[in-house]
């Protein structure tokens, strides 16, 4: 889903998640509506990076286990394999126990936005909604990313990113366009790409003196 800046791209992100309550109409999943589900079992279907990730007081497995009681160690470092913060967490002095607060405490914006995406991972949600998710990753944090998505296609899962540049969509088959928190296109990715690329052309051709662009 890609638009400019107060398109509602995030306002989409946080309704999908149940975070927000929808002004209008319903969001299903499986068949029922989201606000049917407790706000736990939503969390164990649905997968969130929002655009500002913010850590919980405590450790990093806690907050990648979402402050879980009981959550396992091998599902904790799952999630973080599969965002590539598993070798960056084991060389933090004390790992995984690495207390950490909403200030980030030592963690880089890098840093952060894995440990927000192996928490959006943990227990292999059916849905994963990703907000502007490259916002702060690295190369290798970038990689993991598009490997994660791929995997989930590959599962059978679905994955939502809301991005402002055409580039962050890469590896989406679908494409939704919002400007003004309306829809203008939707449909197969390079599909609405090229339209939009005609629509600009077109646009540029008739601003230009004589209709030549």
């Known amino acids: 889903m890609i638009g400019p800046s107060g398109a509602g791209k995030s306002t989409l992100a946080r309704a999908l998640t149940g975070v927000w309550r929808a002004a ?3 969001i299903r999943l499986d068949g029922a509506t989201i606000d049917q589900y407790e706000a736990d079992a939503l969390g164990r279907y649905v997968g969130y990076l929002p655009q500002q990730v913010t850590l919980f007081d405590g450790t990093l497995a806690e907050n ?7 959550a396992k160690d091998e599902d904790i470092i799952k999630a973080a394999k599969k965002a590539a913060a598993h070798d960056m967490i084991l060389r933090l002095p004390d790992g995984y126990n690495t207390r950490v607060s909403a200030a980030g405490a030592q963690l880089s914006g890098g840093q952060i936005q894995r440990v927000g995406l192996a928490r959006a991972l943990y227990g292999d949600p059916v849905i994963l909604v990703l907000d502007e998710p490259n916002s702060n990753l690295d190369n290798e944090g970038s990689q993991a990313l598009n490997h994660a998505i791929r995997s989930m296609k590959t599962e059978g899962k679905s994955v939502l990113i809301m ?12 494409l939704l366009v919002l400007d003004g928190g309306s829809v203008k296109a939707f449909g197969p990715r390079d599909e609405v790409l090229g339209k939009m690329v005609k629509n600009a052309n077109e646009i540029r051709a008739a601003q230009t003196p004589g209709g030549v662009a």
Do not use: F, V
Request: aromatic share 0%; hydrophobic share 35%.
């Open 24 to 26: 209008g109409g319903k």
């Open 64 to 70: 990648i286990a979402r402050l879980e009681p009981g």
């Open 163 to 174: 991005a402002h540049r055409p580039a962050a969509i890469q590896e989406c088959d679908m």
